[in-house]
């Protein structure tokens, strides 16, 4: 583990989203921009990592993003690109500052909204993703026979903590994709790779695939 991950370990998260559009900087005083709305619907469940971030942000801040002292961690950061004139100091604050917004007042509809990056949906749906990721990839059918076998494989081998997280992951994820499209295309990003079993519905399958998981955590 790098020191990156003791002294920053959540603006390493926040700036990623900033990697996963191009690492431009587009927020002003009055909105986020891409990357950082993406990063608030990701830790709107918990606010206390954007607590973190700010944290984070003073101390970088505070010591000087060029320092001595912290210029190995800040090599490991993703990069952002500020605006022709704009330093990336000011963009940090810019960014503190909608952190500290969030922080006081969080949108209330957040959870409803639909990411808007390959980066927030992995991240808001990390267990589920690696489901898809891990077993219903594209070398699928060269390592088991059915859906019922690749499952029966991940239940063997994932804990029960991730079998309960990849049911409420799948829950939400049904509720947050409205129509087939939407549902095939944003499973997809998360890794899936194989069609449905014969004769069953994409939405079918996953309600399938959580009431397996649900039953078989149940007391």
């Keep these: 583990m790098t020191s990156t991950h003791d002294r920053f370990t959540e603006l390493h998260d926040l ?17 986020p921009g891409k990357a950082l709305a993406s990063y608030l619907r990701v830790v709107a469940a918990t606010p206390q990592r954007a607590a973190s971030a700010v944290r984070e942000l003073d101390d970088l801040l505070a010591v000087g ?30 960014v503190r500052h909608h952190l ?39 070398d699928f059918s060269a390592e088991y026979g059915s859906h019922a076998e690749a499952l029966d494989d991940y239940l063997a081998l994932e804990s029960p ?3 309960r997280a990849t049911a409420a992951n799948i829950d939400a994820f049904l509720a947050i994709n409205r129509t087939d499209d939407e549902l095939a295309e944003a499973i997809r990003v998360l890794g899936l790779r194989v069609a449905p079993p014969k004769g ?9 695939v959580r009431g397996i998981l649900t039953h078989h955590v149940a007391p």
């Excluded at 559009?21 to 009055?30: L, N, S, W």
């Excluded at 961690?73 to 004139?85: A, F, N, R």
């Excluded at 489901?131 to 990839?137: D, T, V």
């Excluded at 069953?200 to 399938?208: A, E, F, H, I, Y």
């Design 15 to 31: 700036l990623q989203a900033y990697e996963a559009t191009g690492h431009t900087f587009d927020d002003t005083m009055e909105a």
């Design 100 to 138: 500290e917004r969030f922080l006081t007042k969080p949108p209330a509809d957040i959870p409803s909204r639909r990411p808007g990056t390959v980066w927030e949906w992995r991240e808001r749906f990390p267990a589920l993703a690696h489901l898809m990721g891990s077993y219903f990839h594209q």
């Design 65 to 94: 993003l060029f320092s001595d002292e912290i210029a190995d961690e800040v090599d490991l950061l993703p990069h952002i690109e500020p605006p022709s004139g704009v330093g990336v100091e000011d963009c940090l604050r810019v």
């Design 200 to 208: 069953v519905s994409l939405r079918q399958w996953l309600s399938d």
């Design 161 to 163: 903590q991730d079998h």
